[in-house]
């Protein structure tokens, strides 16, 4: 078996980050949460995750701005990011996986089957 993958949850609501921790952690990732979005960016240069599962509506910076900051960065520009978002009118997904480029859209709330299932896709659309 190899190596777990290793998911940085951008997430401001510490009770939403846990819960999406603990789930994924019982499927055998490596779960790791920031709840600042300002220090988002510089926690993706540190723990260098291999994806990234990231809300939209926080404050400071918001999810859009901490994407774009990733993206910009060569050396994650291929790097799966998921919006997790309590935004899930179709416009907003369409935003999000059309316009924005994330390469998964998961609206809140999910279940705990969604979230897994949708984290296990990301690393199968970038093979």
Known sequence: MGAKKKILVIEDDKDYADLVKLV??????????????????NKVKEYRPDAVLLDLC?????????FKQIRADKSFKD???????????QLDQ????HIMNADAYIAKPF?????????????????
Do not use: N
């Open 24 to 41: 994924l952690e019982t499927d055998a990732f490596e779960v790791d949460a920031v709840l600042d979005s300002e220090q988002a960016y």
């Open 58 to 66: 926080m404050p400071k910076l918001d999810g859009w701005a901490v």
């Open 111 to 127: 279940g705990k089957q969604e979230l897994i299932d949708k984290t296990h896709e990301l690393f199968k659309r970038k093979k």
């Open 94 to 97: 369409m935003v999000g996986l």
């Open 79 to 89: 790097m799966p990011i998921a919006i997790l978002s309590g935004k899930g009118q």
